[in-house]
Each structure stands twice: as structure tokens, then as C-alpha cells.
């Protein structure tokens, strides 16, 4: 059984750069099949998809936050990273992390959803 | 980038009620569509995905159809673990969600 643990700062400042990690367990980051996804909720709003990472280190971000967004991936320590540069209060939310599923066959492919899911850890951009 | 709206955004019902809930898409997404349930402090929960496939584990009352620019969620017969938020998703490229439509109780 997979299981997502996200971990980081809880109170980052002003201007600065949100890092936050998540933990893989249960199986391995290495395995293909799988985008491992950053995700946040606004305090008492929807959900907002930051971006994903492959296991390979390919990305694709969010348009609206890629000029701050970078992922990356340890696959040494099963572990995939989210950092956001120059925060602002607009940044504080809870930040989940998400396994994507996905299977490619020759005439096409399936998307299967977003199975597992962190617990989510709340960040807030406060001085 | 490829927009998701959802109707309604708010949702009275009562146990029992059958419930529906459209997604749009503003441009055709075929079948790459994923929709989510999420209860108040908790990580949303996959329901469907590939726009009427049930994933595993969720009850036979959530079902999805439709495909390109129209979606439809549907729950038979509502029951009182049913009320929460439920968002829309599409997986064609850019991984937009939906507004979401909260259901609550009548």
C-alpha cells in the first residue's frame, strides 16, 4: 500500500522560497506508470494543481506559477520536492502531495486518476 | 489552457435523493476526466476516472458518464457519508480542477 507523507516548513516569510518534501513508501518512485503531483487548497477554497514530476525528472507546471515553481525528484530517498520562490500571503495553503496514475499502450493511453494522496500540511507566508 | 466549470456550485439534498453534477470543459478532453470526493481537514478521494470508470473501492451509487466537453457525476441514492465537496479533474494536459460543488444537507 502506497502511502504519501508531506513535510516541511509550517511558517515561511515574505519574499522567501516554500520548500516542502514528500515521502514515498510502500513502493518506489522509480516505478513508471506514475506522475507524482503537488497540489494546494487556499484556506476555505478549491483545489489548485501545481505541477508534476516523472520519475525520469521530466516536469510540467501549473502556467500561472511556473516562473516560481521547481520539482524535483530523489529517487535515491523516494522523495519528489516542491519549491516555490518569492512567496506572498496569496501562498499560504494546504500543500498536498498526489500520485497520478497511467498506463501507455500502443494506440493511445489511459489516465487513471490521482489514487494516492498525502495527508497535506498547511503552510503559512506570514512575517 | 483548457478551463473546467462546474453546475451547480451548491447542492441541497436530502438522504435517499438522486444527485447530479455537470462538468465542462472549454475545450474537448475526450475521456480524461477524474472526479473527486473531499470531506472537511481531509485529502479528496479519487471516485471515477477516465470519465465513468469507478476506482476501486467506491461504492456502485457514484457513477460518471459523458465525454469531449460535457460530464456528468451522478449519485443514485444519497447517503449521509455522500455529503462533501466534489471537484472535476481533466488529465488531458495541464491538470486543471474544477471549482467544486459542495452538497449539503437539506
Known amino acids: 500500500q502506497v502511502q504519501l507523507q508531506e513535510s516541511g516548513p509550517g511558517l515561511v516569510k515574505p519574499s522567501q522560497t516554500l520548500s516542502l518534501t514528500c515521502t514515498v513508501s510502500?513502493?518506489?518512485?522509480?516505478?513508471?506508470?506514475?506522475?507524482w503531483s503537488w497540489i494546494r487548497q487556499h484556506p476555505g477554497k478549491g483545489l489548485e494543481w501545481i505541477g508534476y514530476?516523472?520519475?525520469?525528472?521530466?516536469?510540467y507546471y501549473n502556467p500561472s506559477l511556473k516562473s516560481r515553481v521547481t520539482i524535483s525528484v530523489d529517487t535515491s530517498k523516494n522523495q519528489f520536492s516542491l519549491k516555490l520562490s518569492s512567496v506572498t500571503a496569496a501562498d499560504t495553503a494546504v500543500y498536498y502531495c498526489a500520485r497520478e496514475s497511467f498506463l501507455v499502450y500502443s494506440s493511445g493511453w489511459t489516465a487513471y486518476g490521482m489514487d494516492v494522496w498525502g495527508q497535506g500540511t498547511t503552510v503559512t507566508v506570514s512575517s | 489552457d483548457i478551463q473546467l466549470t462546474q453546475s451547480p456550485s451548491f447542492l441541497s439534498a436530502s438522504v435517499g435523493d438522486r444527485v447530479t453534477i455537470t462538468c465542462r470543459a472549454s475545450q474537448g478532453i475526450s475521456s480524461y476526466l477524474a472526479w473527486y470526493q473531499q470531506k472537511p481537514g481531509k485529502a479528496p478521494k479519487l471516485l471515477i476516472y477516465a470519465a465513468s470508470t469507478l476506482q476501486s473501492g467506491v461504492p456502485s451509487r457514484f457513477s460518471g458518464s459523458g465525454s469531449g466537453t460535457e460530464f456528468t457525476l451522478t449519485i443514485s441514492s444519497l447517503q449521509p457519508e455522500d455529503f462533501a465537496t466534489y471537484y472535476c479533474q481533466q488529465l488531458n494536459s495541464y491538470r486543471a480542477f474544477g471549482p467544486g460543488t459542495k452538497v449539503d444537507i437539506k
Open positions: 510502500g513502493g518506489s518512485i522509480s516505478s513508471g506508470g506514475y506522475y
Open positions: 514530476i516523472y520519475y525520469s525528472g521530466s516536469t
